[in-house]
């Protein structure tokens, strides 16, 4: 799965390949090298080019900083290499916890990069799963035979196999898998393998037109049960007393505005999402 999907994701185009693949396709990407400074394209580093750790390699570290560098891909894959890794440990990802992820925020931070953070593909956790025969990756197989119970079949100009077919049967459960067991399996049709979100971060200017987001995390992603408040900066302009619209009966209020006030330092309202007070009052 990987040499398709994250082939596909650094060069920017639907195909498949190794290091040297991506590599090519990432500093060679038309779009990256449009917004790199002459004489600095693009650069991308792997695993082997970061250093032993904990801190980062040298050459790494000088690119980072410097500043005519403006394009810098890193690859991390502590998370994938760890499914085929014990299935005894219950692990907390954390940027410290990541060796190098911590020393790249940094790096970065001082720099005063624009950092985006994303991912080529997801995974699922063994939690249970039961085997099934005949597949060709973990949680995928070829689309003959039609698919079964827990499957379905995928076709089309989006959907590229390791083999280069265009058609593939994949397994939507959590529950199945056709390797055998081990901590984790990817390349299915789950939520958690193929939506895949993205961040970007910035510790010091916002780029032009982008705007902070809300916390949006709810306590009971993490088993929090506690009433937890979280302040959230609105980027829009206050209103007057006055011209702030009134609900009638029949309209329905905003279901995290609990209460809003305005932030003397900021000069712009601020939001106060409480929770979980609103789940229980539904």
Known sequence: VTNVSRASLLCGDLTRGDQKTERTGFTGHKQLVAASRAGHPPRLFHKVDIGPGPELGSEIRSVVSDPQQRIVGVVHNAVDAQLSGSDQLDLTWTAEGLRQVAALLHAARDAGRILVVTGDHGHVLDEGT????????????????????KEVALSGGRVLSPGGETSIVAAWSEKVRFAAKRGGYHGGASPQEILIPVAVLTAGIRPTGWYEAPPAE?????????????????????QPASSRPHLTKSQQADLFMVGQHMNADQGSPRREIVGPTWFDSL
């Not at 039961?130 to 119970?149: K, L, Y």
């Not at 709810?218 to 206050?238: H, K, N």
């Open 130 to 149: 039961v085997q099934m025969g005949g597949g060709m990756g973990d949680r995928w197989r070829s689309a003959v035979p039609p698919p079964e119970d």
């Open 218 to 238: 709810p306590a009971w992603w993490r088993g929090a049960t506690e009433q937890v408040t979280i302040l959230a900066v609105s980027m829009a302009a206050a």
